[in-house]
């Protein structure tokens, strides 16, 4: 198994050919067996560590990284709000376009979120209010509650000049200006 593995790495064998070699008229050869044995350990593992009552520490470990999971989830949900949130495009590259464009403004909001989280915690620190670190590491920029996925939008066609605006602070749509364009939300 370790000659195999080493083969593959080093590229002395392609995968194509390894797979081949892994079973032979829809059966496990002996060498495709010991592989899937092996596979079978680490799965063992990973079950009895999830069951381990005594220690807990990876189960908590791995809900942890389940829950960023979903909040990512939820929020692409939230933003992909157009046509019930289903990916309707009938051809591969439109549907490879739809999430391409979701990621983006998935990305987005949570690069946001990520400054003003940073700003606020700024803010309250400056204020003399103790914040632990590890409580501000805990806080997600996944958040959404404040999202308007309905309705309008203002998009300027620049970058704010003074940076960040401040807390709390709501901005004005525009009348129609020719800086800001103004479009109803469809979704992506």
């Not at 195999?4 to 060498?31: C, E, Y």
């Amino acid at each position: 198994m370790i000659r195999v593995a080493g083969s593959l790495v080093t590229n002395q064998v392609r995968a194509s050919d390894l797979l081949r070699m892994f079973a032979r008229g829809g059966r496990p050869t002996p060498l495709g067996q010991a592989f899937a044995e092996y596979g079978r350990i680490d799965k063992t593992l990973h079950l009895l560590s999830i069951l381990d009552p005594i220690d807990d520490t990876y189960r908590r470990r791995l809900n942890k990284q389940l829950t960023v999971q979903e909040s990512r989830h939820r929020l692409a949900r939230k933003i992909c709000h157009g046509a019930s949130g289903q990916i309707r495009k009938a051809y591969r590259e439109g549907q490879e376009d739809q999430l391409a464009a979701l990621g983006l403004v998935v990305n987005a909001v949570a690069l946001w979120n990520s400054k003003y989280l940073s700003a606020a915690v700024d803010q309250v620190r400056a204020q003399g209010v103790p914040v632990k670190d590890e409580d501000a590491a805990r806080l997600s920029p996944l958040g959404h509650a404040h999202l308007n996925v309905l309705g309008r939008y203002a998009i300027s066609s620049s970058a704010p000049a003074e940076g960040l605006r401040r807390l709390g602070e709501i901005p004005d749509l525009p009348d129609g200006g020719d800086m800001v364009e103004t479009v109803e939300g469809e979704g992506v």
